[in-house]
């Protein structure tokens, strides 16, 4: 027959109707044939398609007394308007080669883009007498060099991308029907590597993680301590060799974090422990900078024609709302044995040199030598950051012999401070000379 349209179902089930073209049978129960099927608004997690269209140049099968099988070689899906969380996605190529044999299903599935930034293979099969049944999925991978993640959306209103590096997927899933429906239970495993990529201007390089995941008897997902790497993230300055430990906690939409650590202006930063609330209304956690240099301090603060030596550590209380930091009650210290500032704004003619104090604090600090440094921090909504200084040192040039305590405040903007050292360079030229190391 030249064409033919089948419905299959039974008590429980209906499958969508099966088209089939050029149908021819033998004696023996011999049969072959062309096919097509559509399922509709399939779902599994926060994957969905609106359909599913099956199409095979060449179905087989044969049947006998206590034995039947077929067979569909490369069969191709067309999947229709594919969605990740909601958001669509682009639609790969599927190709796949089905089998059927005295009950048991089974497909391996080949699936990509053109270009070869996404290619996987998976392999499927179940039990119809049993109700048991099993899925693999082999290293399905990413190359976002060749497709970055917004190329895989088709719209991507955000301003973050990633632009390099891979990421790679790989599932042992097998279930049981039961009277109540389907125990599900297994495993994933999901790895980034050398991940690049941007957050407006800000840039990261060298991002790297694995999360394994066990999937229970009721489809819950369980994810694992997973350790991430980073090795920059590029705000105006360097912030390098990131690294922790996070753990999700999927039902209450929050990961505890230990073992932060990261390298920046010439020191040490580390984070104690913390969990972060995605739906709090704030988190709070403790940093304690250490060996921090003060002379990249100072450049970061274009602090015009002063000089400064000596390191500061100390303990940063954080607090984040939404996108808003807020830092109340931080305190840094020097580390011994301390450290000079050399002002020279009043030899430039920038100050006037009398008998103010004003101009005593100037000729003080036209040769400090301190050997204690204590500020107070705190950093504001709108992004204002205030260091309340104590100094205690002399000046050898003026009396060597008179301690010498003083009292500054520094203020500065950081966002608008950042925006400044974003301009002077181009986070792609960031990235690309990271890359090429």
């Not at 895989?152 to 599932?171: M, Q, S």
């Not at 301390?338 to 008998?355: L, P, S």
């Amino acid at each position: 027959t030249a064409q033919a349209s089948v419905s299959i179902g039974g008590p429980d089930f209906e499958l969508p109707p099966v088209h089939l073209r050029d149908s021819e049978c033998r004696s023996g129960i011999r049969c072959s044939t062309s096919l097509d099927v559509a399922f509709e608004n399939l779902a599994l997690g926060a994957v969905s398609v609106d359909g599913v269209a099956a199409g095979s140049a060449a179905v087989e099968f044969a049947g006998g007394e206590d034995r039947w099988e077929a067979s569909a070689a490369d069969t191709r899906l067309t999947l229709k308007r594919p969605a990740i969380g909601g958001r669509r996605v682009i639609a790969p190529a599927v190709h796949a080669d089905l089998a059927a044999a005295d009950g048991r299903l089974s497909a391996a599935v080949r699936f990509g883009t053109p270009d070869g930034g996404l290619a996987g293979t998976a392999t499927l099969s179940h039990d119809l007498e049993s109700g048991r049944g099993e899925l693999t999925l082999d290293a399905a991978t990413i190359d976002f060099a060749t497709l970055p993640l917004a190329g895989l959306f088709i719209d991507w209103p955000y301003d973050w991308n990633v632009e390099a590096g891979t990421a790679a997927a790989d599932a042992d899933v097998s279930w049981q029907e039961t009277d109540t429906g389907f125990a599900v239970s297994g495993t994933l495993a999901a790895t980034a590597g050398d991940l690049a990529g941007r957050y407006a201007e800000i840039g990261f390089v060298g991002f790297s993680t694995r999360i394994d995941a066990a999937i229970g008897p009721q489809a819950t997902v369980t994810l694992q301590p997973a350790r991430f790497d980073v090795a920059l993230v590029d705000v105006g300055f360097p912030v390098e060799d990131i690294s922790g430990i996070a753990t999700p906690d999927i039902e209450e939409s929050a990961f505890a974090v230990s073992g932060l650590s990261m390298s920046l202006l010439g020191g040490t930063v580390t984070a104690d422990p913390f969990r972060f609330d995605l739906d709090a209304d704030g988190n709070q956690l403790t940093l304690r900078a250490s060996g921090i240099q003060l002379p990249l301090m100072a450049a970061l603060a274009d602090l015009e024609a002063v000089t400064i030596s000596g390191s500061v550590s100390g303990q940063i209380p954080v607090t984040i709302r939404g996108n808003k930091v807020i830092i109340d009650g931080g305190h840094l210290e020097n580390d011994p044995p301390g450290g000079v500032i050399r002002y020279g704004g009043a030899a430039a003619g920038n100050v006037v040199d009398d008998g103010s104090q004003l101009g005593v604090v100037t000729r003080t600090l036209r040769n400090f030598e301190f050997d204690s440094l204590s500020s107070a921090v705190e950093y504001a909504e709108n992004g204002d950051l205030v260091l309340q200084m104590r100094l205690e040192g002399i000046n050898p040039d003026f009396d060597p012999t008179q301690p010498v305590i003083l009292n500054l405040n520094v203020q500065n903007n950081v966002p608008q401070m950042l925006r400044s050292l974003q301009a002077t360079r181009s986070i792609g030229e960031v990235l690309e000379q990271r890359l090429s190391k």
